[in-house]
């Protein structure tokens, strides 16, 4: 019953999605032009989400406001220490700006402004670590499919890559920059969000400011936090460790199915 309700949620925001953009004039919306090309294509992915439901679409359990955890642990980075990320937390991330980019036709670029001005996805959803804890928590988003469709991915297109603003222990070949990357199944999945916030508040730097990916699906460590650039890519051998993520990189399990 939950799946259900969860379900037509999705597309319910998804319509609304086409519907803002009937409404076409509005100013907020004339600003970037990525973000109109966002709503323009919200139609067709509801289209494209529907089908995968009703193929192979096993969604992640969703819980109710009362089991929300009181605390939700900060693990990994708990801070990205570079000057950058500094200066950008220092004014609100006002200039931070997510790049979308690789093999995709249209390069895009969104201000958290923006992303704030797409059809978002609210869900409560039980983070698994690796490490052998979980929490519950509320996560509200841009949806990644919406961004890809507007990207307009080319037919190479295979992984979707996350690269991220900090770097934790420089073990291999000198660095430790943070990344991950998914598969199209899991990047069209309707709980694979771009979260900016949690629990109803934005992001702390804590647990990803500005941006975070929640792949519900997979384990705590393929849920990117800083996530600054994302990258469309048919191979992840020629980044870092040729793995497909940082930890992946150091052994653990690309696909991390809870
Ligand atoms: N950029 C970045 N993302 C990251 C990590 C990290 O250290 N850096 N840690 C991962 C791990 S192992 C987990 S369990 C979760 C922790 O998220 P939280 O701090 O919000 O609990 O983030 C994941 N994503
Ligand atoms: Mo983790």
């Known amino acids: 019953m939950t799946g259900f309700l969860t379900r037509r949620r999705f597309l319910v925001g998804g319509t609304l999605g086409a519907g803002v953009l009937a409404l076409g004039g509005c100013d907020a919306l004339e600003q970037n032009e990525d973000v ?6 919200a139609e067709k992915l509801t289209m494209e989400a529907q089908r995968l439901l009703l193929g192979q679409g096993t969604l ?21 220490d570079s000057e950058e990320y500094a200066a950008l937390h220092e004014n609100g991330f006002a200039n931070w700006r ?8 249209r390069p895009m670029e969104f201000s ?5 001005k797409l059809p978002s ?4 959803t039980r983070h698994d670590c690796v490490e052998g804890w979980s929490a519950i928590g509320q996560w509200t988003g ?20 996350f690269h991220c603003a900090d ?29 900016y916030a949690m629990n ?17 699906r997979q384990l705590g460590y393929k849920h990117a936090k800083y996530v600054m650039h994302i990258e469309i890519v048919d191979s992840f051998s020629g980044l870092w460790g040729g793995r497909g993520g940082f930890w992946e990189d150091r052994g653990y399990q690309w696909y991390a199915g809870i």
Not at 112 to 116: K, P, T
Request: net charge negative.
């Open 36 to 41: 109109d090309a966002v709503l323009r294509s």
């Open 60 to 80: 992640a359990r969703e819980f109710s406001p009362a089991d929300i955890s009181p605390t939700f642990r900060v693990n990994g980075t708990q801070s990205p």
């Open 98 to 105: 997510l790049k979308v980019d690789g093999l995709v036709n």
């Open 112 to 116: 958290l402004a923006d992303l704030r």
């Open 121 to 124: 996805r609210t869900q409560i």
């Open 142 to 161: 841009t949806p990644l499919g919406l961004i890809l469709q507007a990207a307009e991915m080319k037919t190479e297109a295979r992984f979707v890559v």
């Open 167 to 195: 770097e934790l222990e420089k073990t291999l070949d000198g660095s430790g920059v943070y990344y991950e990357s998914i598969d199209l199944v899991d990047a069209f999945h309707p709980q694979t969000i771009l979260a």
């Open 200 to 216: 109803g508040e934005d992001l702390t730097v804590g647990h990803g400011a500005p941006l975070r990916l929640r792949v519900e």
